[in-house]
């Protein structure tokens, strides 16, 4: 029922609590009800990649930090002892105030040794050994965040980084569990792979913005700076004559 569920999720949730990449929540109680009451986000994944799907491009830096928060925060779940079972952009929400991305909805999150065979989760990013019923363990959420990788790629658009990504998912979503790597690992790849490519910061929209390019950029913007300075006092200018032949007509006009 509704209520055991909660109960569940509330388990898995203080177990796994605190964290910066973990929903944080209150519990509260209306009249007689019990609620869990969670930090408001602007939006999911699953709304970001909707929105910018065939427009634009996500930024590098973005893109990197969401992959960062959501293997840092499955890899803690995994310390815990604790597997999600339903890892999926709609999941992993996104505070953009911050830049921080957060896991939430462990409604089918469950300890190891609790977890059995049962077969729970979105179709979609479920991992093969749960499909077929048989025992599964840690690597089921590695395989659903391959697969939230591969979605990752839809909006990464000519990006030098996207041919990385796309071995990256797959090597999360490798049909045998005992192939694909821990989070632990994954944190680590995606952190190296940072840090050799700082200068993946320096593209926006798809673009390599240099050094020289910001100069360029920055003359156009003095340019233009200049330009509206210009405007603005012929304005100015075109205001005074206004008002010198408004004072003319009225003088004619009372002559």
Not at 1 to 27: D, G, T, W
Not at 176 to 202: G, I, M, W, Y
Request: glycine fraction near 4%; aromatic fraction near 10%; charged fraction near 30%.
């Amino acid at each position: 029922n509704m209520f055991a569920c909660l109960q569940e999720e509330y388990k898995a949730m203080r177990a796994l609590y605190p964290h910066k990449n973990i929903m944080s929540f209150q519990v509260a109680k209306v009249e007689e009800l019990y609620c869990l009451v969670m930090e408001r986000a602007d939006g999911s994944l699953y709304d970001m990649i909707s929105e910018m799907k065939g427009k634009s491009t996500i930024v590098p830096p973005v893109l990197m930090s969401i992959l960062l928060d959501l293997f840092r925060a499955v890899e803690h779940a995994h310390s815990v002892g604790y597997i999600h079972r339903d890892i999926k952009p709609e999941n992993l929400l996104w505070f953009p105030w911050n830049s921080t991305a957060k896991l939430s909805d462990f409604g089918f999150a469950k300890a190891l040794t609790d977890s059995r065979g049962t077969i729970c989760g979105t179709r979609d990013y479920m991992a093969p050994e749960m499909i077929r019923g048989r025992a599964y363990s840690f690597p089921v959420d590695i395989y659903s965040c391959g697969k939230v990788v591969s979605d990752l790629l839809e909006i990464c658009g000519d990006l030098p980084l996207r041919n990385w990504l796309a071995d990256f998912a797959n090597d999360c979503v490798q049909n045998s569990p005992r192939r694909r790597p821990t989070a632990t690992e994954c944190v680590r790849k995606l952190e190296e792979f940072q840090k050799r490519h700082e200068d993946l910061n320096s593209y926006i929209g798809g673009y390599k913005i240099t050094k020289e390019k910001i100069q360029t950029l920055q003359e156009k913007l003095n340019s233009l700076s200049l330009e509206m300075r210009d405007i603005e006092q012929e304005m100015h200018a075109l205001k005074q004559d206004h008002r010198t032949w408004r004072r003319m007509i009225r003088r004619v006009t009372k002559e």
